[in-house]
């Protein structure tokens, strides 16, 4: 793994303590969103679409804290929206390396030469730029020229002040394995310490729905671009080299959401980082009350394409715990990128897609409306523009208008 060897035993002590106590589903990395609030607005996020009084919420700094004593995470990933947005953030990450966690925090550096200062390096917190590419591919992905440009230059003045620093790379089905591998080889010039790759999840409410990889797709993706790296050992990945390996098509697993338990601005997300089917108050009730067995690829038809690390890397960390001879044969030989591929699990049964955005969002809307003025408000149902694509999906649900 490409993270640093004090990181990884902490980590793996952490999980062979949970294995032993016999804990059937626990945390690995709490996903972390105190605003959906961004800067960009990219074609393939799922995750702006929101009625301005949303927006505009924020998880205070107390509750950021909660979060994590709630669940015992060793890890935190913070997302948004864009966290440098939010101005408790240096508190929050201090906050956090000050409980012995590893801190991520996810950016798409517009604002990180501005506000590096208010940070200080540590082993234990990382930089995670957003990079879908070369300077073609990521400002498509992001719908604005410029933003690669901005983004190696905040990494290269990250690097220069001493702090750990990986990108985070999000492929969809238009990126081309030679190209993706040469833009890895370039990263690595730069000193990067890690690189988080990942397929686009198919978000409902994505602008962009042509774009996002199918699982068959995916796995040849990754076995043209994992082949053009020595099976992946050219490059310094921070996911494990299972997960990689079950990228490009050598294991069928089943996900694993309660590793990366979502905390947002509505609660604890239930099932996973991509999907907002419900939400809970508590981490315990999340965990306890969540119909696990309702969700993941077979059981329900927005799974069926998911192959994204929030859902997977902590099915490929329990693999690996149970067959460490086959982890270190990966790691020492790469992962195999020709032959044929595992057995996916069979979408026949699946339950179909329910669609309860709007709901969410208006139960939300009347609760921030409620505590500025009790008993005034009634949400405004109208309907947005853009396209949800084909498929079985339905067009644009109706959401919730900010008054
Ligand atoms: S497959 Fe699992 S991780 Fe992916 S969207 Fe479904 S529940 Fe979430």
Known sequence: MGIPLGQAARIGAYLVRQKLSGRKRFPL?????????????????????????????????????????????????IAGGEPLLHKEMPEIVQGYLQRKKFVILCTNALLLTKKIDDYKPSPAFTWSIHLDGNQAMHDKSVCQTGVYDKAVEAIRLAKSKGFQVSINCTLFNDADPAQTAAFFDEMKTLGLDGITVSPGYAYERAPDQKHFLNRTKTKELFRGILARGRGGRDWPFTQSRMFLNFLAGNESYHCTPWGNPTRTVFGWQKPCYLLGEGYAKTFDELMNDTEWDKYGVGNYEKCADCMVHSGFEASAVDDMMRHPLKALAITLKGVRTEGAMARDIPLDNQRPAEFVFSGHVEKKLGEIRAAKHPGSHKPRITRTGGSNGGGSKPGPEPVVAAE
């Open 29 to 77: 990395v709490l996903m972390l969103e105190p605003l959906f609030r961004c800067n960009l607005a990219c074609a393939g996020c799922g995750k702006i679409d929101y009625p301005n009084e949303i927006l505009n919420q924020r998880l205070s700094f107390d509750e950021c804290m909660a979060a994590i004593d709630e669940c015992g995470a060793p890890v935190v990933s």
